[in-house]
């Protein structure tokens, strides 16, 4: 079991565009601000990718990373994580460079090549803002997001060991906790493994309590007593798939990022806050206490707020 909760909020993504929420977060001020009271109201680690400030594309420029990350850390003790995922349209080198230059605690770190595809949100009848947002989406029926075995151990080596940076490794199916476990054989990763078990995306296991418990007992054949998990889940799955992760002994992800619903109905969320403070109260009412950021440095072994270069 979880010795505290290490709650996870996921602000903006690159799934999710703005004409699906005027509450996303896309400029420097609105993903500052958010991520402020996301961990006011209880995140513990802060996972962050960056917005065009022009018209809220996903960027991968580290001026837009830039343009919040110190903000954020001089307001909030909560730790700071940076995608390298991107977005799929985005090469390795664009998706690595905001990390490279920032050397954050913890990056985001997916395990594998796989089809991404939101390609489904396209067809959805809505008032585009942008010009950019359907194709963006429409295009992932045609594109693999890239992480080979070598894309992987260059990041591990040329982001981890080099910038002593700590990984959150998102596993969107049995397959990528295989390879972690290879390169856990390998030494390449150490103890404690933080891993985030992805449920919901088109291309990756299904949201479903049967998909968490396979996705868990396998890690658990593999990865043995070396891991903590944590688990996200898409959409109209989030809170309630979040709470059974807690009760298998995990840690949990929400956020707009994943959802943009209030997660009691079809709402929209007002803003990241919210959901952090939905699910924290689901969570306390059950008896679990939330890690502060503190305690979770500790529990994954990170390297401190204090040793980063932002």
Same mark, same amino acid.
């Given at each position: 079991?979880?010795?505290?909760?290490?709650?996870?909020?996921?602000?903006?993504?690159?799934?999710?565009?703005?004409?699906?929420?005027?509450?996303?977060?896309?400029?420097?001020?609105?993903?500052?601000?958010?991520?402020?009271?996301?961990?006011?109201?209880?995140?513990?680690?802060?996972?962050?990718?960056?917005?065009?400030?022009?018209?809220?594309?996903?960027?991968?420029?580290?001026?837009?990373?830039?343009?919040?990350?110190?903000?954020?850390?001089?307001?909030?003790?909560?730790?700071?994580?940076?995608?390298?995922?991107?977005?799929?349209?985005?090469?390795?080198?664009?998706?690595?460079?905001?990390?490279?230059?920032?050397?954050?605690?913890?990056?985001?770190?997916?395990?594998?090549?796989?089809?991404?595809?939101?390609?489904?949100?396209?067809?959805?009848?809505?008032?585009?803002?942008?010009?950019?947002?359907?194709?963006?989406?429409?295009?992932?029926?045609?594109?693999?997001?890239?992480?080979?075995? $070598?894309? /992987?151990?260059? !990041? @591990? #080596?040329?982001? &981890?060991?080099?910038?002593?940076?700590?990984? *959150?490794?998102?596993?969107?199916?049995?397959?990528?906790?295989?390879?972690?476990?290879?390169?856990?054989?390998?030494?390449?990763?150490?103890?404690?493994?933080?891993?985030?078990?992805?449920?919901?995306?088109?291309?990756?296991?299904?949201?479903?309590?049967?998909?968490?418990?396979?996705?868990?007992?396998?890690?658990?054949?593999?990865?043995?007593?070396?891991?903590?998990?944590?688990?996200?889940?898409?959409?109209?799955?989030?809170?309630?798939?979040?709470?059974?992760?807690?009760?298998?002994?995990?840690?949990?992800?929400?956020?707009?990022?994943?959802?943009?619903?209030?997660?009691?109905?079809?709402?929209?969320?007002?803003?990241?806050?919210?959901?952090? $403070?939905? /699910?924290?109260? !689901? @969570? #306390?009412?059950? &008896?679990?206490?939330?890690?502060?950021?503190? *305690?979770?440095?500790?529990?994954?072994?990170?390297?401190?707020?204090?040793?980063?270069?932002?």
């Amino acid at each position: 079991m979880a010795d505290k909760i290490i709650l996870t909020c996921a602000l903006t993504g690159s799934i999710h565009t703005p004409s699906m929420s005027p509450h996303l977060p896309s400029g420097p001020d609105m993903i500052a601000k958010q991520a402020v009271a996301a961990a006011e109201a209880g995140a513990t680690i802060l996972h962050l990718h960056a917005r065009d400030p022009k018209d809220g594309r996903p960027s991968a420029k580290v001026e837009d990373f830039l343009a919040f990350l110190p903000r954020i850390r001089q307001r909030t003790d909560a730790i700071i994580n940076i995608s390298t995922g991107g977005s799929s349209q985005m090469t390795l080198a664009e998706r690595l460079a905001p990390s490279l230059a920032a050397k954050p605690e913890m990056c985001s770190l997916n395990m594998g090549s796989m089809n991404f595809g939101i390609f489904p949100l396209a067809e959805q009848p809505r008032a585009w803002k942008h010009d950019w947002e359907q194709p963006f989406l429409a295009a992932t029926k045609d594109v693999v997001f890239k992480n080979t075995f $070598a894309d /992987i151990e260059s !990041i @591990l #080596t040329d982001l &981890g060991e080099a910038h002593d940076t700590r990984f *959150e490794f998102e596993c969107y199916d049995p397959g990528h906790i295989q390879t972690l476990a290879h390169f856990l054989k390998k030494g390449l990763v150490k103890a404690p493994l933080f891993v985030q078990f992805v449920l919901g995306v088109l291309g990756g296991i299904d949201a479903s309590p049967e998909s968490l418990l396979f996705m868990k007992q396998t890690a658990d054949r593999l990865l043995g007593d070396s891991y903590r998990f944590s688990v996200l889940a898409a959409g109209r799955h989030q809170m309630k798939l979040g709470t059974m992760g807690a009760i298998l002994g995990g840690h949990v992800r929400v956020g707009l990022e994943d959802s943009l619903s209030d997660g009691a109905s079809r709402a929209l969320a007002p803003d990241n806050a919210h959901q952090v $403070a939905r /699910i924290r109260r !689901i @969570l #306390t009412e059950m &008896g679990y206490e939330i890690a502060s950021p503190s *305690e979770a440095r500790a529990m994954l072994n990170l390297k401190g707020g204090d040793r980063v270069a932002f």
